[in-house]
């Protein structure tokens, strides 16, 4: 168990580009949740998969945003045609289990930088 | 919608001396609630949770919460702080039913002062 993983810890990117943000979960964990998080504010849910399937997606997730799971591994965000307001940190968690047995792992996240 | 308070953006305690952060949840049931922990460059670590039965929760690192139905309330206790437990504290609340989708709070950041 080596913990949920994000990928790249820092990006620097400039507005109207694209960026992609890739979150491998522990191994077996079904779900996996993105979180966004400002500066001074708790994590936002932004989509959740489980296996393969995204289950539900917050009002948050513009159109701007997609994420994938392919085959319920790992998981990608993508936000194209950024803006200075979508400066954040960007959480994954994974979990197995449900009800009292579910538990969440979070990542260290990927620190964005819109300029 | 469920939503979570923190009323207390920063505390400020003594390393030895008593801590409770406050908590004060919105749900039309009883909900699942949380405490996590986040420490600067690491990830959310969950201290403890309340699902159902006891409603005093003890959770890692000598942290415990009570869950107080009447007050809407899930207030985080520890007897005594030491220095490395300076961090950010979020509160959460889950909904019942599936996957419960952690809401969370802003968040109180701890200071502690030697």
């Known amino acids: 168990d080596t913990g949920v993983s994000q990928n790249p810890r820092h990006k620097i990117t400039k507005r109207g580009q694209n960026v992609t943000f890739r979150c491998d979960p522990i191994?077996?964990?079904?779900?996996l949740y993105w979180y966004r998080q400002t500066l001074g504010q708790g994590p936002e849910f932004l989509t959740y998969?489980?296996?393969?399937?995204?289950?539900?997606k917050s009002r948050l997730l513009s159109d701007r945003f997609s994420a994938e799971r392919p085959k319920g591994s790992f998981s990608t965000l993508e936000i194209q045609r950024t803006e200075q307001g979508d400066s954040a940190m960007y959480l994954c968690?994974?979990?197995?289990?449900?009800?009292?047995?579910?538990?969440?792992?979070f990542g260290s996240g990927t620190q964005l930088s819109v300029l | 919608a469920q939503s979570v308070t923190q009323p207390d953006i920063h505390i400020t305690v003594s390393e030895g001396a008593s801590l409770e952060l406050r908590c004060n949840y919105s749900?039309?049931?009883?909900?699942?609630l949380f405490w996590y922990v986040q420490s600067p460059g690491q990830g959310l670590q969950l201290l403890l949770k309340y699902f159902s039965g006891d409603t005093l929760v003890q959770g890692i690192k000598g942290f415990e919460a009570e869950f107080k139905r009447s007050q809407s309330s899930f207030n985080l206790r520890k007897p005594s702080v030491h220095w490395s437990d300076a961090a950010e504290y979020f509160c959460a609340v889950g909904a019942r039913g599936g996957s419960y989708i952690p809401t969370f709070g802003r968040g109180t950041s701890l200071i502690v002062h030697p």
């Open positions: 998969f489980q296996n393969e399937a995204q289950l539900e």
């Open positions: 968690a994974s979990s197995s289990g449900t009800g009292n047995n579910e538990k969440l792992f």
């Open positions: 749900y039309g049931a009883t909900p699942y």
């Open positions: 191994s077996e964990h079904n779900r």
